[in-house]
């Protein structure tokens, strides 16, 4: 780290190493912790699969921290052009392995979303499961991310720990810094409305349906939102 700040990118830096977060190439190599998204990695959202089966004009989609590809895949199947970003190497390779069995085209790229320019300008941009994992400073960055690489009218698809639901950190921003990082943050729904409400219009924010009987995927402690650019051109 720089001995000086001079500029926001090096309190950015400043403050990303007060913070602790997941170390993500150890939580996919050890697969210690049974989230959905590892017991279950090849299966997409539900709320994804409702919203391109309604939603036809989508042709190229960005995915901010794919994972193992599960819903990157999806897309892809769909006949619709994906890149899908992830931070962890273990991660992009079990996508790339899984993707080889398919024969279906995604385009894995194992990059740090905040830290490295991401290039290119797309219909769809998905997170599921990245935002929460964030520090609050990064959520600036985040924001200015989606207004980069999203076309205007575009839309913005997010799940999230929703507050309430015993299953992430309910911890204000400023308590943030000064809490023991657990699991994540968890968002109230008027948050998500604060942050997002400036830059695109809410078309949905409600809870994870339980699509898949039996199953831990369908859990009802994730915000599934869905939101457009308000920009027009
Ligand atoms: C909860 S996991 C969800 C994975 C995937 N979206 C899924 O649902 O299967 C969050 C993912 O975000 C990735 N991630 C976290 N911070 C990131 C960053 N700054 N840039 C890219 N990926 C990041 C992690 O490596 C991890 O794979």
Redesign the pocket.
């Known amino acids: 780290m720089k001995p000086n700040i001079n500029n926001i990118n090096d309190l950015m830096d400043y403050l990303d190493n007060k913070v602790e977060g997941v170390v993500?190439d150890e939580f996919y190599a050890e697969r210690r912790f049974q989230?959905p998204?590892i017991t279950q990695?090849t299966m997409p959202d539900e709320n994804l699969v409702k919203f391109l089966n309604n939603e036809k004009s989508i042709k190229s989609t960005i995915?901010?921290?794919?994972?193992?590809g599960?819903?990157a895949i999806y897309m892809a199947q769909q006949g619709i052009s994906v890149t899908a970003?992830?931070?962890?190497s273990v991660?992009i390779e079990n996508a790339k392995k899984i993707v080889k069995d398919d024969n279906i085209n995604v385009n894995f790229i194992c990059?740090?979303?905040?830290k490295k320019i991401v290039t290119g300008e797309y219909d769809f941009v998905y997170d599921?499961?990245?935002l929460h994992?964030?520090p609050p400073h990064r959520r600036i960055t985040y924001i200015e991310l989606l207004q980069k690489i999203l076309k205007p009218s575009g839309y913005f698809g997010l799940t999230c720990f929703a507050w309430g639901e015993d299953c992430a950190d309910e911890v204000n921003d400023w308590e943030y810094y000064n809490h023991k990082f657990n699991a994540g943050v968890a968002f109230k729904k008027e948050r998500l409305i604060e942050l997002f409400s400036p830059y695109f219009e809410v078309v949905e924010i409600r809870k994870y349906c339980n699509g898949v009987p039996n199953t831990i995927q369908g859990l009802q402690f994730m915000w599934v939102c869905l939101f457009k650019d308000k920009r027009t051109k």
Do not use: K, P, T
């Not at 995915?63 to 193992?68: D, P």
């Not at 990059?111 to 905040?114: G, K, P």
């Open positions: 993500w989230a998204f990695n995915e901010l921290g794919c994972g193992e599960r819903n970003y992830d931070i962890s991660a990059q740090d979303v905040l599921s499961g990245m994992h964030l």
